[in-house]
């Protein structure tokens, strides 16, 4: 018998545990979901031998992620997958009775944000069978662990074969929302302090302060001309872009200044910054495209990049901008 599943996977799993009598494995590539874990602790609580096997990166392997040193001293089994070929399973069997398997990571982003599946397979013996014969494959590939010394966040990319800093701090910014706790999604800035994504992501839950532009934000042009980049108004976190072109022909560099204002005259707004663009292939005027990228994150920096559209040639600049920021409450953005 097999049931599908593609919504609410977290309770299928922990109803499939509540089952366990006997013997609970599981091989999952990350782990970080508090409910599971809890879980799994409670029936080793109540006699059930529990075997788990997880990926050693910083996701799992973190002093503010799950204590699986806990996990070990209460009786359970530990083993980090063998490093040079990793375990990208995830799948757990119960009793040797219940097959749970899938795409779902036992994680708070997979819960909360992925579209993912498990298929809970049950009165199917051989495919159980192969599942546990695999499980004890695996261990027999790496050591039982019993001491856990947890990785720092200066390791974060050591073994971070699929993106684990991004994911992680997503990962810590569904789980402040789904426990209430917005206190940790500091924590996820701080791994990921360029991605402003995970930013926008906190924002949209409403876990963070809500601030936005007071003015607009761009660059000058030709004839004393300004486009406006970022728009006054615009909700922090936020990242705007906009594509320029050379005014001459064979031109092979570009320097514009930029200013925060409304005018539609380049001089008649205050200038913060000045950004020169070398290196530009020379082609007809008007030919020669280039972008400008801006984004403003949570603490005020504005990043400011312009590049070629030909050959890549590029400038970043920062600046702090919190004076152009003012905090918002939720009354005045209704």
């Known amino acids: 018998m097999v049931n599908v599943h593609f919504d609410n996977i977290r309770q299928h799993i922990i109803n499939a545990l509540d089952k366990a009598s006997e013997r609970i494995i599981v091989a999952v590539y990350w782990f970080t979901n508090e409910e599971l874990f809890d879980k799994l602790i409670e029936q080793i ?9 997880i990926h050693n990166d910083f996701i799992n392997n973190r002093n503010t992620g799950l204590n699986f040193q806990h996990f070990v001293d209460k009786g ?11 375990m990208h399973n995830k799948f757990c069997v119960v009793d040797n009775q219940i097959l749970i398997n899938g795409s779902y990571n036992w994680t708070y982003y997979a ?18 069978e192969s599942f546990i014969n695999e499980f004890e494959r695996l261990k027999s590939l790496t050591e039982k662990v019993t001491e856990i010394r947890q ?10 074969v699929l993106r684990a800093r991004d994911y992680l701090a997503n990962d ?7 426990t209430n706790r917005p206190e940790i999604v500091e924590s996820a800035f701080q791994i990921a302090p360029d991605n402003i994504e995970v930013q926008k992501t906190a924002f949209a839950l409403d876990l963070t302060k809500k601030y936005r532009l007071k003015h607009s934000i761009g660059s000058s042009l030709i004839n004393n001309g300004y486009k ?3 728009e006054k108004g615009s909700m922090i976190p936020v990242s705007s872009s906009a594509i320029v072109r050379t005014t001459v022909d064979n031109q092979t560099s570009s320097e514009a200044t930029i200013h925060y204002g409304e005018n539609p005259k ?4 205050p200038k913060f910054a000045k950004m020169r663009l070398n290196g530009l292939p020379k082609k007809p005027a008007g030919e020669a495209e280039m972008k400008y990228h801006f ?7 504005l990043r400011m990049e312009k590049y070629s559209l030909d050959n890549g040639k590029k400038q970043i600049l920062t600046k702090k901008i919190t004076g152009l920021l003012e905090e918002v409450t939720d009354e005045k953005t209704a």
């Open 45 to 53: 609580e109540k006699g059930c031998k529990v075997e788990l096997i």
């Open 76 to 86: 359970g089994e530990f083993y980090f997958s063998d490093g040079y070929n990793p």
């Open 228 to 230: 406006i980049i970022v």
């Open 295 to 301: 984004t403003i994150d949570l603490k005020g920096n």
């Open 111 to 128: 819960e909360n944000k992925n579209r993912e599946n498990v298929l809970i397979i049950k009165e199917e013996k051989d495919t159980i």
């Open 172 to 178: 810590i910014v569904f789980q402040a929302k789904v």
């Open 151 to 160: 990785l720092t966040r200066f390791e974060v990319d050591e073994n971070n």
């Open 266 to 269: 380049a001089t008649v707004n």
